[in-house]
């Protein structure tokens, strides 16, 4: 057991808890927001919900809605990301600037705002992903070491990604 287990488990403790909490998926959302900052760590925390009967994404979630504003929906735009994270399910990881602005349009943004890499986990239900959360931090941040606690709070985050689809 190393020195991060207790918090780590305190915060999926308070996930789960969020989970019975009215107001969802706010409620939910705002608990993977503060938990995942807390033992993860994020400058930038965003939640996109995938529609697929209508190929779109939308942000739902954001901490910084000035910058990275919730709503709309964009259609699915199918790239190597896209297909890496959401059709197979697997993490991403951007350790630079150079990897962000080689997968994200608006890397210019993400760079004012001190984000230089970048964790993506796919929120998957039923074999399919279903959304991602997006941390995104200093250069170097996130490594292999975080992909297992933040698939683990990815997991949590379902049953809030499956209520927005279903009010669609």
């Given at each position: 057991?190393?020195?991060?287990?207790?918090?780590?488990?305190?915060?999926?403790?308070?996930?789960v808890a969020a989970t019975a909490a009215p107001g969802q998926p706010q409620a939910l959302?705002?608990?993977?927001?503060?938990?995942?900052?807390?033992?993860?760590?994020?400058?930038?925390?965003?939640?996109?919900?995938?529609?697929?009967?209508?190929?779109?994404?939308?942000?739902?979630?954001?901490?910084?809605?000035?910058?990275?504003?919730?709503?709309?929906?964009?259609?699915?735009?199918?790239?190597?990301?896209?297909?890496?994270?959401?059709?197979?399910?697997?993490?991403?990881?951007?350790?630079?600037?150079?990897?962000?602005s080689d997968v994200f349009y608006d890397h210019e943004l993400i760079r004012s705002l001190?984000?230089?890499?970048?964790?993506?986990?796919?929120?998957?239900?039923?074999?399919?992903?279903?959304?991602?959360?997006?941390?995104?931090?200093?250069?170097?941040?996130?490594?292999?070491?975080?992909?297992?606690?933040?698939?683990?709070?990815?997991?949590?985050?379902?049953?809030?990604?499956?209520?927005?689809?279903?009010?669609?």
């Amino acid at each position: 057991m190393t020195d991060a287990t207790p918090t780590a488990m305190g915060a999926l403790a308070s996930v789960v808890a969020a989970t019975a909490a009215p107001g969802q998926p706010q409620a939910l959302f705002a608990a993977l927001d503060q938990a995942m900052g807390a033992t993860i760590g994020h400058k930038l925390f965003t939640i996109l919900v995938i529609h697929p009967g209508a190929k779109e994404s939308q942000r739902y979630y954001s901490n910084m809605p000035d910058s990275y504003p919730i709503g709309g929906r964009k259609p699915i735009n199918p790239t190597h990301w896209f297909n890496t994270v959401l059709g197979e399910g697997v993490p991403y990881i951007g350790y630079n600037y150079a990897d962000i602005s080689d997968v994200f349009y608006d890397h210019e943004l993400i760079r004012s705002l001190g984000c230089e890499s970048v964790l993506n986990v796919p929120v998957r239900w039923n074999g399919t992903s279903i959304g991602t959360i997006n941390l995104l931090h200093e250069r170097g941040w996130y490594g292999r070491g975080q992909v297992a606690l933040a698939q683990h709070f990815a997991a949590l985050a379902v049953p809030g990604v499956l209520k927005v689809i279903a009010e669609g």
